[in-house]
């Protein structure tokens, strides 16, 4: 797996994610991909609960902004961020749908796994709500 | 597992890494743990090759600096650090050992996973020498 096209890849998800766009997100999947987010909940698995979970996800008003650069190891890429709930770019989408908990920020790290097609085979991610989520 | 025993643990990691404490290090692991640093190259199995690993590793001269939070899922711990080797608070002995890289900086992010009793069973980290490796 060439390391550009898993940092382009990266940086796809971050792009697609910022539009809203969930049909976008789930094509960088594989057919058979697992997604676990957070790491211990139960897994996402095969690209219809993949669709459904980020079609949830995007209707957030939430904003992604990368935080350092994307690590790549063998055929895996990691990377830091914050999500950016009801505030940034998307406020008035948030304050539209009048979010029960109001402006928060969560740090999470991904974890993508790549087959050789460059496609995502397993993504996890990692954060806790009562560790990593700052009410603002 | 607790969440503030596994921050406490990321956080003695980087204070025994700088401090150059290899057995301390070590003694932050499971007897059967794993180490694959990074992710796709040999794994070191069990605290003799975990023990090796480090006492090499402090000896470079390197400097951890974490970059932003620790984030916590389930039973594991996932956490960015940027490498500072030849460099930082260790410049005289870096320069001593007559490194023949130079400073540079790499770009890492680890994972750790728990078991009950607070030991680390797995490390995996996440870095390319060719994408994430900055010379100064």
């Given at each position: 797996?060439d390391h550009a096209k898993m940092q382009a890849a990266v940086q796809a998800y971050?792009d697609?994610?910022?539009?809203?766009?969930?049909?976008?997100?789930?094509?960088?999947?594989?057919?058979?991909?697992?997604?676990?987010?957070?790491?211990?909940?139960?897994?996402?698995?095969?690209?219809?609960?993949?669709?459904?979970?980020?079609?949830?996800?995007?209707?957030?008003?939430?904003?992604?902004?990368?935080?350092?650069?994307t690590?790549?190891?063998?055929?895996?890429?990691?990377?830091?961020?914050?999500?950016?709930?009801?505030?940034?770019?998307?406020?008035?989408?948030?304050?539209?749908?009048?979010?029960?908990?109001?402006?928060?920020?969560?740090?999470?790290?991904?974890?993508?796994?790549?087959?050789?097609?460059g496609?995502?085979?397993?993504?996890?991610?990692?954060?806790?709500?009562?560790?990593?989520?700052?009410?603002?």
């Amino acid at each position: 797996m060439d390391h550009a096209k898993m940092q382009a890849a990266v940086q796809a998800y971050f792009d697609l994610f910022n539009a809203a766009d969930a049909e976008g997100i789930t094509n960088l999947y594989s057919d058979d991909a697992m997604v676990q987010d957070p790491y211990g909940t139960p897994a996402k698995n095969g690209k219809d609960e993949i669709r459904a979970f980020y079609s949830m996800a995007v209707k957030s008003g939430s904003h992604l902004v990368q935080e350092g650069p994307t690590r790549i190891a063998g055929n895996r890429a990691a990377f830091a961020f914050t999500v950016h709930v009801g505030g940034l770019t998307q406020e008035s989408k948030a304050v539209d749908m009048d979010l029960p908990m109001g402006k928060m920020q969560i740090d999470v790290i991904d974890t993508f796994e790549f087959n050789d097609d460059g496609k995502v085979t397993a993504m996890t991610a990692y954060w806790d709500p009562s560790v990593n989520l700052r009410k603002l």
